[in-house]
């Protein structure tokens, strides 16, 4: 299993990012072995339509969760068709590791 999370940096220790779509980085995670990959979100500075481009760049990945703050409704339908499981209301005052342990002790 994939997880990806919104992030501000290349790493563990980045800040998450609230907006789903406008996500800097996205790190995409295989959460029993912690080894991760940072991913630039090309989508981030299109004029429209970046969640539903976010959703498919984190698709080609494989990814089969997300953590963020905030999915829009575009994006949150194309992760839906995707299969993909949305775990939101994560803010960007905490690190993607933390964001990572809080997932998974819930």
Do not use: W
Not at 90 to 102: F, G, L, R, S, W
């Amino acid at each position: 299993m994939k997880i990806a999370i919104t992030s501000r940096g290349e790493s563990l220790d980045s800040m998450v990012c609230e907006q789903f779509g406008r996500t800097p980085y996205f790190i995409i995670l295989d959460p029993v072995t912690m080894e991760y990959q940072a991913v630039v979100n090309t989508a981030e500075q299109l004029q429209s339509g970046a969640g539903p481009k976010a959703a498919e760049l984190i698709l080609s990945f494989g990814a089969e969760k997300v953590i963020t703050g905030h999915v829009g409704d575009k994006a949150e339908a194309a992760l839906k068709k995707g299969h993909v499981e949305i775990h939101d209301g994560y803010c960007n005052t905490m690190k993607v590791i933390e964001a990572i342990e809080k997932y998974k002790g819930s």
